[in-house]
């Protein structure tokens, strides 16, 4: 069975800063693209930020570059994204999945609050 947990979310004031993780299990996870993504309600979920799967390159969102880094560690099957210089604008639930390239598939978390404010 496959699982992806999230955590790390919480309040946080403007300008703070937060870690999110994403323990997978159930999946090669090295074999999985990982990434990040945002959803407030009301809106489509965004994509935030994605890493290769041995962790060589990385994307990011326009609005998070320069504040977000993603980062993996295949030997503990986590994915982490470490977000500084938080907005209120970045208040969203945050998801984390893996997706394949062969044999297509994707797997998602149930995702994490997090939310910024003063």
């Known amino acids: 069975q496959v699982q992806l947990v999230e955590s790390g979310g919480g309040l946080v004031q403007p300008g703070g800063s937060l870690k999110l993780s994403c323990a997978a299990s159930?999946?090669?996870?090295?074999?999985?693209?990982t990434g990040w993504y945002r959803q407030v309600p009301g809106k489509q979920r965004e994509l935030v930020a994605t890493?290769?799967?041995?962790?060589?390159?990385?994307n990011y969102a326009e609005f998070v570059k320069g504040r977000f880094t993603i980062s993996r560690d295949n030997a503990k099957n986590t994915v982490y994204l470490q977000m500084n210089s938080l907005k209120p604008e970045d208040t969203a639930v945050y998801y984390c999945?893996?997706?394949?390239?062969?044999?297509?598939?994707?797997?998602w978390g149930q995702g994490t609050q997090v939310t910024v404010s003063s």
């Open positions: 999945k893996c997706h394949r390239n062969l044999n297509p598939v994707d797997y």
């Open positions: 159930g999946i090669i996870f090295s074999m999985y693209t």
């Open positions: 890493i290769t799967s041995g962790g060589g390159s990385a």
